[in-house]
């Protein structure tokens, strides 16, 4: 094991330990590598710290030439969510389009390969699965993140992702307790509240959490909502009767409890993420994940040093601070000695797990009285791609593609696309506007009109109104929730929008199915 820097006394190194920050950048900065030294076991890794599995590789390398035994953190869940493929896309399809398949062996067979990736590029903890029943159709942060609104199914999916990731060698982290998916509040931005009875939690939003602890779940992240029924005053992330009373002792959970992201406004924006994080460990949280914003040294001393003054207060108990280091370490020595199967999935190649999962996924309607799916004439002559874009949710992300549009490009060259979004004013006229616009740009191409989300979103509703009324055989793909009712000469559910997904529903448009 490491040799901790002379100096760092207990107290300091236990509130180290207990922190998940991140960092800036595609090394490993000074300041981080010191506070390894210094007790610091765990490190979260985001998008902006990627830019090869070669990279990221000699990146955690860097990091256990200080300390052997660290935790390296992700929040790659494929999917929408993805850090491993960022700037493109990623190569497995997410919780949604696996539970449109339900077929559990192969939710395994995605969470092993895609565990057996991480393992090879040296992370051994993966802030995934979401567990979170979608039951809100409303809601803006769960949505395809969510393998369904049926509980049982959630329950099932949720305990075969963990089987298959942990038997990579990565540790998961089953999310977000005690479930996040009865919103139509984003954490990150407020606190959302869920007022349903302790009876229709219990059977609803407990039952993927007591599936993920049954299957060895390693590790289950807190969610900043509140939930009266459970804790009328705070937040399940601060809540002792959440995360202690219900989730250790009623469900006898005895792994690593790790809260979300105390830079989220649910919890900054009220308590500050200095006492944030002192009530969280008090409640009996046990790692700090902080570092999606703040991201710098000054950041990991604020907390090391909070943590530190709240027991030397009486704040918060010595004992409880220590046991929650005690479980940091103890994930670690699993992490050190679960190794990896390394193998692909048993019946397809490891490389092509992802697409094929996302190609079971697509669900395939039409319009009443527009034909039968099952006749659709694949596009011969390139399409116009029209892309009617909703901001994205910040666990999403920005920077990550999605779309048809450059899988279509490769399978029909000439292909051309635009994005339409909502402008200002009235979103049914903003929506109508973004409709005339695209049949502008697309003028007699044969047009595919890519949606994400349309039922959240009155104005994509509204320009996909305008796109029919004109051009009746246009193609829709939903490449979200799929909630509102089928349109167009073939709509093509993807459940997600995961570039294999992209690429799944590209192949049906151009016939190129196993080209």
Known sequence: ?????????????????????????????????????????????????????GQLAALTAQLRAERDDVLVAIDEEGGDVTRLEVRNGSSFPGNH??????????????????????AACGVNLNWAPSADVNSDPRNPVIGVRSFGADT???????????????????????????????TAVDSHHALPRIDVSADVLAERELAPFRAAIAAGTRAVMSAHILVPALDPERPATLSRRILTGLLRDQLGYAGLIVTDGMEMRAVAGTYGIERGSVLAIAAGADAICVGGGLADD?????????????????????????????????????????????????????TEIGLHAARRALTMTAAPGLGDPATFKPLTEPPYVAALTPVANIAVGDETPWGIAAELVH???????????????????????????????????????VVRDEHRHPWMASALDALLAARPDTVVVEMGVPQAAPRGALHIATHGAARVCGRAAAEVIAGAMGR
């Open 1 to 53: 094991m490491t040799t901790l820097a002379s100096g760092t006394d207990t107290l300091t190194r236990d509130a180290l330990t207990v922190l998940q920050p991140g960092f800036t950048g595609t090394t490993a900065p000074d300041w981080l590598l010191r506070r390894l030294g210094e007790g610091l076991a765990s490190v979260g890794l985001f998008g902006r710290n990627i830019a090869s599995p």
């Open 97 to 118: 389009a696996l539970g449109a398949v339900d077929d559990v062996e192969l939710t395994q067979q995605v969470a092993h390969e895609l565990g057996r990736r991480l």
């Open 152 to 182: 049982g199914l959630a329950a099932r999916h949720t305990a075969a992702y963990v089987t298959g990731l942990q038997s990579a060698g990565v540790a998961a982290c089953t999310k977000h307790f005690p479930g996040h998916g009865d």
């Open 298 to 350: 000054a950041t990991v001393l604020r907390l090391r040093d909070a943590l530190v003054s709240a027991v030397r207060a009486g704040e918060l108990p010595e004992e409880r601070l220590a046991e929650a280091a005690d479980r940091v370490r103890a994930l670690a020595r699993w992490a050190g000695t679960a190794g990896t199967a390394g193998r692909p999935a048993e019946g397809t190649h490891g």
């Open 411 to 449: 399978l029909l060259p000439g292909t051309v696309t635009g994005s339409f979004s909502a402008g200002d004013g009235p979103e049914s006229e903003a929506g109508e506007n973004a409709g005339r616009a695209a049949l502008q740009a697309a003028g007699p191409r044969r047009i595919v009109a």
